[in-house]
Structures are given as C-alpha cells and as structure tokens.
C-alpha cells in the first residue's frame, strides 16, 4: 500500500510538472510576486507515521492563510465556544479580504478563514500578551505540531503585508468601530501579519496538520491537542469555508477539508488517514493554488480519500 501511494505521488509531481497554465502567483506582497512557478511540492503523511514526497516538499514557503488553522484552534483553547460569538462559521460567498458584509452584519465575520474573520482571532489570541509573546506563543504551537524548531516567520514577508495591507486595516478600524476588535488595530494586525509570514515545507507543515487527522491527538506525541468534537468541527469549518468563495468547488472537486494560503500552499485532512500539503504558487481566480488544487483532486481519484466516498479507499 505504502509502495502504491510513494508511485501516486511521485506520478502526480510529474504530471503537474508538464502543465503550462500554472495560474498567477500573487503580485501584492513582493516577497511572494519573486517565487517562481515553477515550483511544486507534494507531502501526504499516513496515520501510522510513514511520509511521502516528491518535488519541492522540503522547500519553506510563506503559508499565509493556512496558519488561520492553527490561530482558531489555539483561540478555541483559550475561549472555547465563547469565540463564536464574534466570528461566525458560515461559507462568505465573497473574497476573502471582502468588506461588503460586515456593515450588513454589525461588524461580525461570517467566518474565522476569511481577513475579517482571522483578525478577530488575533484579537483574541492578544488578549493574555503583548504582541511579541502572541507571536511567540503561535510559533512555539506550530514548532511543537511539527515536531521541527527550526520553523521560522518570514520577517521579509510580514514587513511587506505591514506595508501593504491597506485593505485588512480598513477591515480591522471598521470591526472596531462595531467594538469586534478590542486591542487597538495597529497590535492586533502586527500579530495577524506575522501568523500568516510563517514559513514551512509541504512536509512541515504536513507533519503539523497531522492533529486535524487524528482527532485532535497529535499521534507522534500522544498529546491531546483539542478535543475529538472540537478537532471535527475545525474539520468542517474548513471544508465549508476553507477557500473563499471557491469552498464549493474545492468539495465537490476534491472531497476533504481543506485551507489554501495566497502563498499557493494548501493543507487538506483526510480524516483517520493522512494529513496532506500541496504547494503550487499559482493562484486560480479566487485566490487559491492552480496545481495544488488539481494535485488533490487527482489524488483523492486515484486513492479513493475523498469524505463523500469512504467505500473506495486506498
């Protein structure tokens, strides 16, 4: 079986290497406009510890959105259900970095994946700290996920969103105006900017996700990360609301749940059998990874992992 998935693998690395329409790698943060696309990694780790990789899976990669993942989980430790009675857990139909339904919706985020929603948590995570023993304390959870101290954020990456992130300030003052953010914005944002300036390898990053497969049990450690109901319910928040506006597609094309970054990493779950990182830079129209979502799609294919049908397993 292990040998089967090693050949899967490696087949879809090839295959994506010879695809000429790679989608367009995100030009707003200089930074991430430099990487090219011709990058490609792939990690798949199976519940019994076994990994497998081909391209550039060892490659660090700025995660962006995806570090969103591990800012609710540790939110939800600190608040437990309280937090959602700031951020909600419905699908935004909109862009991610949209303003248009926080007016309608007194200054609540439908979800904790979009800007709005993830700036919230921040708020929430600053809440015991300063900003630097936030920041400290998310890159601390993300090392000890992976097992792996030599994660690092990417200060050249969270400069530039500092820089230029003009539109998720505007998100911030005006959810303060609602009295949703109650740190002022400059130290909320500056830990917002920094989460997603975290830079792992599909295999990193792969290995940290490994909780969201195992019910909440990090299986290298035995250590309870979340509960099994809250470890499934972070599951379904992402299958719902993981991409954008572009959650529906990525459920009916691929069948797990999943969080894409504009950095072209997406971590998907595939529950009580593997946590799974592709990473392509080239985004499609909603701002996720071209390849990395057409990757998934033909793994789920060719393993059967998809949630919607566990008959057909690898």
């Not at 939800?76 to 700031?86: E, F, H, P, Q």
């Not at 997406?266 to 129209?285: E, H």
């Amino acid at each position: 079986m292990n040998d089967r998935l090693s050949s899967i693998i490696a087949d879809i690395a090839l295959e994506m290497a010879h695809i000429s329409d790679r989608g367009t790698v995100a030009n707003y943060i200089a930074p991430l406009a430099a990487v090219p696309d011709s990058r490609f990694g792939i990690a798949v780790i199976e519940l019994d510890g076994t990994c497998h990789v081909a391209g550039d899976a060892d490659t660090p990669f700025s995660i962006q959105s995806i570090s969103k993942v591990f800012g609710l989980t540790l939110a939800l430790g600190m608040v437990g259900d309280a937090l959602w009675k700031r951020v909600g857990r419905e699908p935004s139909g909109s862009a991610f970095n949209s303003i248009v339904q926080l007016e309608a919706e007194q200054g609540i985020p439908r979800n904790p994946f979009i800007n709005a929603g993830a700036i919230v948590v921040s708020d929430i995570l600053l809440g015991r700290h300063q900003p630097g023993e936030t920041i400290g304390e998310i890159l601390r959870f993300v090392r000890g996920l992976a097992g792996d101290e030599s994660i690092m954020i990417d200060e050249e990456v969270a400069h530039a969103e500092q820089e230029t992130g003009f539109r998720n300030m505007a998100l911030a003052q005006y959810m303060r105006a609602f009295g949703n953010i109650h740190h002022s914005v400059e130290r909320t944002l500056g830990v917002y900017f920094h989460q997603c300036a975290l830079a792992l390898s599909c295999r990193q990053l792969a290995l940290a996700g490994r909780y969201l497969m195992c019910g909440g049990i990090n299986p290298e450690t035995g250590r309870t990360i979340v509960s099994r109901q809250r470890a499934r319910r972070i599951n379904a928040v992402m299958m719902t609301c993981g991409h954008y506006d572009g959650s529906g597609e990525f459920a009916y094309r691929v069948g797990l749940p999943g969080k894409s970054g504009v950095g072209g990493g997406i971590l998907a779950v595939a529950p009580g059998i593997a946590s799974i990182v592709v990473w392509s830079p080239g985004l499609n129209a909603r701002g996720n990874s071209q390849l990395g979502t057409l990757a998934l799609e033909r793994l789920v294919q060719r393993t059967g992992w998809s949630v919607f049908d566990p008959a057909e397993m690898l």
